[in-house]
């Protein structure tokens, strides 16, 4: 008897599901999508009609369809089981061109974790393939090959050949040269506080509790904006001998919700925070843990939902097995009432998806450690924390304000200082997870508590301290803080997000220095380019208005084709416009400083970007054609540690100048970088015997040079210094040889002539 065919995307997804449905099945793996548009052009006919895309299958994938096409003629039915989302569905339409399966015998399954009952579930209730969400990728697939095709050669001609641009990409490098902009455009402002170390009055010392607490204003006034040293003075002498006593004190108990459990964008940003993973790392061992593992005598299960999705709803019968868990692991009293669920917060989320979680509550970290390599227990061990936490009871917090009157004992003045504590009542779910935090999250609740006080207490002031400010620039993104700017612009989709980062740093347009995005020159200049003559294109707004289109689409609420042509038809005119009329990026815009020397021609080395990444070159081209790579960013560090004082300054900003060693030696180069990037070879102190300049320190192309002393002037004088090991035995300074066994001190003060010192100073 013919067995039915089930299709799915990857050989540990087929085993996986292979095992739960039995041996009437035959389980096959399509390895991802099948047909795309072909490289090397864009595969999209427009005419007066619509648009008409030629897919064609992968080279790779060709044997896979054969065995596919083959195995269809011989099923009775055959299920198409890829992912539950616009991506799944897209893959499953594609096989039935691509393998030329019949129509009649297929039935499309969707579930959201790879478990007997889900997957019995979808085997009994199959649907047919869901053309809206087909149309909606579809639409997004040609939409980004138009854009990517179109606009891409406009750097092509403009910038260099081999750049990239892209419809979301190009968005996302916006935001973080906008960022970066902002930090260089930031003007510190200069704001103090000024803090009381009080304690009550006549308690021992064995018994004090010293607090602190913040001067907030004048009685009955705004709060005080002390913006200098000189009214921070002010304020401190006026104080000086103030008296202290407690106004009021308010108590209450406030409540710290849990956290969600996981969407695609909080899984990539709390894996970055806790576990260092970036978002393509994360989404890669999360498909490993949804697809299948093997767990001792379970066999392969599928250890999580569907890592792909931006809904927090949770299936009743998980909300439940994890109730119960946490009642047998913990205690009633940490377990709500009711399940506890969650409000939608991304645009156009999916509701009919789920949150990630694991499949099974029962499954603990611990317990199945074994079976999971060490990324793959740190991932899950992060899932099954959240879930579980998201249904346990809020933490509890005493929470204190006092308001302290002091009043000036120079002056009529009246002040009212603040001081806040809160102490952990009940910690709830914190027992068991905290949700990490970003740049400018609130601080947790947790503070300092403070003595037991009341209205009319008296206090002995211990030290007032006045304390220097300065507002900060806002911070440049990370992983965590860029996937949560694009989520609440309406940028992109859970399966866009991994992509995007990645595109970015892989084209050179950004780097990351400290974990944080830092926009290359490359990267400013393409996306001043692209934002001055596409606007709609790199607008925030406009591409999460495509992005809510793509929605409509999805929906069944709009056609695709109409949407298309919306947006084609002005995008077209302007690349037309754009290649006649914009100029050039000329060459210098895409060079980047690096305060060292060519080590062939003495002109200083550049930056530049490549086909294949970043390296360092000769800004002599095409005279001198030197190159090299670029260090890392954990070269750079070790070496930018090392330096020494001299007691030169900089010429262009006055501050000291350092010796430092990069590749080629020794050089200086100013202690305000990198805001100041002035850099010169390092004078050694002695003059050119031809010229009278300055000799400086060089070294030897290659990983072992040998250090030589040039002229500064050069090229214009090509005097070159080998020195002895050994210094002058009279000053101390540089040797020179000057014969057989004979040397000569490069200092004309000095005069000395003689013998070459032996090691130890003495004339040999």
């Not at 207490?457 to 006045?466: G, K, N, Q, R, V």
Request: aromatic share 8%.
């Amino acid at each position: 008897m013919a067995k039915d065919l089930v299709v799915v995307e990857s050989p540990a997804k087929a085993r996986t599901v292979g095992r739960f449905l039995g041996s009437r099945y035959s389980t096959l793996a399509s390895m991802g999508h099948v047909r795309d548009l072909p490289k090397g052009k864009m595969g999209v006919e427009i005419d007066d009609e619509g648009f008409h895309p030629t897919y064609t299958v992968m080279p790779d994938k060709k044997k896979i369809v054969t065995q596919l096409r083959k195995a269809s003629k011989d099923a009775e039915v055959v299920y198409l089981a890829t992912d539950p989302d616009r991506e799944g569905e897209a893959i499953s339409w594609h096989l039935l061109s691509a393998a030329k399966i019949a129509p009649s015998k297929v039935k499309r399954v969707v579930f959201h974790e790879i478990t007997k009952e889900a997957i019995n579930d979808a085997f009994d209730h199959p649907r047919e393939l869901d053309y809206n969400l087909i149309d909606a990728q579809q639409a997004r697939r040609i939409l980004d090959r138009l854009v990517g095709y179109r606009l891409s050669p406009v750097l092509w001609g403009k910038v260099r050949r081999g750049l990239s641009a892209g419809r979301v990409q190009s968005v996302a490098l916006r935001l973080v040269v906008d960022r970066e902009r902002e930090v260089d455009a930031f003007v510190p402002v200069e704001y103090w506080s000024i803090d009381a170390m009080l304690a009550k009055h006549e308690q021992s010392d064995a018994k004090r509790i010293e607090f602190k607490a913040a001067l907030h204003s004048l009685k009955g006034k705004r709060r005080i904006q002390i913006g200098d040293g000189a009214r921070a003075h002010e304020l401190t002498t006026d104080l000086d001998g103030a008296g202290f006593s407690v106004e009021s004190v308010r108590k209450r108990e406030t409540r710290r919700r849990p956290a969600a459990p996981f969407i695609t964008s909080t899984l990539q940003q709390e894996a970055s925070r806790k576990l260092r993973f970036t978002a393509r790392r994360t989404m890669q061992v999360a498909q490993q843990l949804y697809e299948g593992l093997s767990i001792g005598d379970e066999g392969e299960v599928g250890l999580i939902t569907y890592m792909r999705t931006d809904s927090t709803n949770v299936a009743a019968p998980a909300l439940k097995e994890a109730s119960d868990y946490i009642k047998a692991k913990f205690g009633s009293k940490y377990a709500p009432r009711a399940p506890r669920t969650y409000n939608k917060k991304v645009k156009g989320a999916q509701e009919a998806h789920e949150a990630i979680r694991p499949t099974s509550i029962l499954r603990a970290p611990q317990e199945i450690r074994a079976y999971l390599n060490n990324e793959q227990f740190r991932l899950y061990d992060l899932i099954w924390k959240r879930m579980l936490a998201s249904q346990m009871t809020d933490a509890l917090f005493d929470s204190t304000r006092v308001d302290i009157s002091a009043k000036s004992g120079k002056s009529a003045n009246e002040y009212l200082f603040r001081a806040t504590g809160s102490v952990l009542k009940f910690a709830g779910f914190r027992t068991l997870y905290m949700e990490g935090s970003d740049d400018n999250d609130d601080a947790d609740e947790d503070t300092p508590p403070l003595p037991e006080l009341a209205g009319g207490d008296a206090l002995d002031c211990l030290s007032i301290t006045p304390d220097q400010h300065f507002t900060q620039p806002p911070p440049r993104f990370t992983e965590p803080t860029l996937i949560r700017a694009l989520e609440e612009q309406g940028i992109g989709r859970p399966s866009t997000y991994a992509p995007i980062l990645g595109t970015i740093v892989d084209r050179d347009y950004v780097l990351k220095d400290g974990g944080r995005f830092v926009p290359t020159r490359l990267g400013i200049v393409v996306t001043d380019l692209l934002t001055a003559n596409f606007p709609d294109v790199m607008n925030v707004g406009f591409t999460a208005m495509m992005e809510q289109q793509l929605d409509n689409i999805a929906e069944g609420q709009r056609a695709w084709e109409p949407m298309l042509k919306e947006f084609y038809d002005p995008f077209d005119e302007l690349i037309e416009k754009t290649m006649k009329e914009a100029e050039r990026v000329p060459r210098e815009l895409l060079e980047e400083e690096t305060g060292e020397f060519c080590e062939k021609c003495e002109s200083p080395m550049v930056i530049k970007s490549g086909r294949y990444g970043r390296f360092m070159a000769c800004s002599g081209y095409p005279e001198c054609k030197n190159t090299r790579p670029v260090e890392s960013d954990e070269e750079r560090a070790v070496r930018e540690r090392v330096s020494e004082e001299t007691d030169a300054h900089c010429e262009k900003c006055e501050r000291p100048m350092v010796v430092k060693s990069g590749r080629n030696g020794r050089f200086l180069a100013c202690s305000g970088y990198p805001e100041c990037k002035n850099a010169k070879p390092l004078p050694v102190g002695v003059d050119c015997p031809k010229c009278g300049g300055d000799l400086v320190e060089r070294k030897q192309r290659g990983r072992n040079g040998k250090i030589f002393y040039g002229c500064i002037n050069y090229p214009d004088c090509k005097s070159v210094v080998n020195p002895l090991a050994q210094p002058c035995p009279d000053c101390g300074k540089l040797l020179a040889s000057a014969g057989r066994r004979k040397a000569r001190c490069l200092d004309d003060a000095c005069g000395y002539e003689g013998a070459v010192p032996q090691a130890g100073g003495a004339a040999a």
